[in-house]
Nanobody, 121 residues
Framework: QVQLVESGGGLVQAGGSLRLSCAASGSIFSINAMRWYRQAPGKQRELVAATTSGGTTVYADSVKGRFTISRDNAKNTVYLQMNSLKPEDTAVYYC???????????????WGQGTQVTVSS
């Protein structure tokens, strides 16, 4: 059994910062890519940022220069540091990870439960 648990969401004023965390736990053999997605009301879920096991990172154009994704492989945890937040960043943020479980048949994607980020103007 593998679980992803997110934390760090909340309400912040425009221009403020938040740091999201997502910890993977359970019967894990290895973790490949780790990603953050978000979904605003009435919109499709979109990729915000991703990082490979080797540390390569990619970002959505809308967050480049403001958000930073990082990971601690020893803790099986991925972070999203969000600075200069804007009202349009308001969404539920989801953690996603491609994980090979012990005794698993192959790597598969797992999702966290989501954490709400609200940015007031």
């Amino acid at each position: 059994q593998v679980q992803l648990v997110e934390s760090g969401g909340g309400l912040v004023q425009a221009g403020g910062s938040l740091r999201l965390s997502c910890a993977a736990s359970g019967s894990i053999f290895s973790i490949n890519a780790m990603r953050w997605y978000r979904q605003a009301p009435g919109k499709q879920r979109e990729l915000v940022a991703a990082t490979t096991s080797g540390g390569t990172t990619v970002y959505a154009d809308s967050v480049k220069g403001r958000f930073t994704i990082s990971r601690d492989n020893a803790k099986n945890t991925v972070y999203l540091q969000m600075n200069s937040l804007k009202p349009e960043d308001t969404a539920v943020y989801y953690c996603n990870a491609n994980i090979l479980a012990k005794l698993g048949f192959g790597p598969r994607d797992y999702w966290g439960q989501g954490t709400q980020v609200t940015v007031s103007s």
